[in-house]
């Protein structure tokens, strides 16, 4: 059950909703197409009313370089629109919204989305994104390391093994944050 939000103290954080990943392979138990949808809800539903949006990319250029075995480095050959974000948030030159490029699993570490979330007194953020178990978790894992409050959509996360994502949704995400659905967190909102 979701409390009353002070939406201004919260932030909306998007992870690697980019062409790139979401385009690379099927998502499971949702389609790229409906995690997309869900975000596009929330976005639409909350853009005005929170304190930031986040729109977190990965650069899979550097991803090679966590592998310290030299030899293994093999040269990505991506698609030309691998990195644009597929989550569009109408006038994005609003002040509220950011992107953050990360170069590691979890979007905190080596980006300065912490800076932009303290500059902003945000204490909760209202996580979702791809891959259930990889990005969004770092994220939350730091996220709650850091003494934010975590809300992760369900719905509006996915991954490449439904029993990962199974997993994480109802083993591991409750031990730091509050698990919900997108129609359960918008109707706290009405």
Known sequence: MIETLNLKKCAFVAIDLQKGILNSGTLTPYLASEVLQK???????L????GLVALVKVDATTFGYLNFDLKKRQPLTLAKDYDELALKIENSTKANVVTI???NPGAFFGT??????RRRGIDT???TGVATENGVYATALDA???GYRVIVVEDACSSRDEELHRIFMTKLYPKISLVTSSTELLGTFV
Do not use: M, S
């Open 39 to 45: 975000n596009e809800q929330l976005v639409a539903a």
């Open 47 to 50: 853009l005005e009313k929170l």
């Open 101 to 103: 490029t990360k170069h």
């Open 112 to 117: 300065d989305l912490d800076l932009q979330l």
């Open 125 to 127: 953020l209202i996580l």
């Open 144 to 146: 709650y390391q850091f």
